[in-house]
């Protein structure tokens, strides 16, 4: 479908409100389903749920380094392009991120949002980005290929407990993907951040669930917290364990449901 500048590779599934889904960094439409977390296919048909490949991801082409502010303008110009004014955002980490930035960019488009492992903000986000530098420094030092299969035993993106539980999930994620494209993503993640706290007031009228979980310094409880003080109409759910993970499929889909209620 074309969104905006470029061409993504989008499903849609259900009718009803619209439910717009936004994954993480390195993974994609085809990496989710793999891993299953969310259970996709348990979603009610009596809601729409759109789903995409974002640039640089999956079946959708990369272009210049995105940021979380350009994720967010994609999910605005999907919502155009589908026809829907209103729609509920959600996202995991990066999708996260992105999520945020549609609702700040165009809050009153924004009848929900369903924010999933928040990343690391504000002040973390230093360290977060230095990383990244670390990694670009890396590419360019050790070559594009090498650096492609380093991230690539990292791709799963998930804490130890959960890997120890669930084994299956470490396989997917950034394995396949073109180097300049995955460096491209490491460049976008590097300068990204959410505007100061502040402008998060924009939000205090929008629903919110946001979902974190333990030991994971990508993810910080701590980011997971801090929107929630910061977003009023906020739920906070935290997964301790793999058990806790299994649940977070329902609290995903009861949010849903009761947020397009209200439309």
């Known amino acids: 479908m074309r969104v905006g ?4 590779n989008v499903r849609s599934v259900g009718s009803g ?3 717009l889904w936004a994954h993480g960094m ?4 085809a990496a989710e389903d793999a891993h299953d977390l969310l259970r996709w ?4 048909a009596s809601r729409t749920l759109v789903r995409y490949d974002a ?3 999956g079946a959708s082409p990369a272009g210049a380094a995105p940021t979380w502010r350009d994720h967010g303008h994609d999910m605005l110009a999907l919502a155009d392009a589908i026809g829907e004014q209103r729609f509920i955002a959600g996202g995991w980490s990066m999708g996260c991120a992105g999520a945020l930035y549609a609702a700040l960019q165009q ?8 924010l999933v492992l928040p990343p690391s903000l504000w002040e973390a986000r230093v360290a977060q980005a230095a990383l990244y530098r670390r990694a670009i420094a890396l590419a360019h030092s050790a070559g594009a290929a090498r650096f492609a299969r380093l991230v690539a035993r990292q791709a ?15 396989a997917g994620g950034a394995s396949g993907q073109d180097p300049a494209a995955m460096l491209a993503l490491f460049q976008g993640a590097a300068n990204s951040d959410l505007p100061p706290r502040a402008a998060l007031a924009a939000l205090s009228a929008i629903p919110a669930l946001i979902v974190g979980w333990a030991g994971d310094a990508s993810h910080p409880l701590a980011s997971a917290q801090e929107l929630h003080r910061l977003l009023p109409r906020s739920s906070l759910f935290i997964a301790h364990d793999y058990h806790g993970v299994l649940r977070i499929p329902a609290h995903l889909r009861r949010f849903v449901e009761t947020a397009s209620a209200t439309r």
């Open 5 to 8: 500048d470029l061409d993504l």
């Open 17 to 19: 409100a619209p439910f």
């Open 26 to 29: 390195f993974s994609s439409m």
């Open 41 to 44: 296919r348990e979603f009610p």
């Open 55 to 57: 640039r640089g991801h």
């Open 107 to 114: 809050p009153a488009r924004v009848e929900g949002l369903v």
């Open 156 to 170: 799963a993106g998930l804490p130890p407990w959960l890997l120890d539980a669930a084994p299956h999930l470490a």
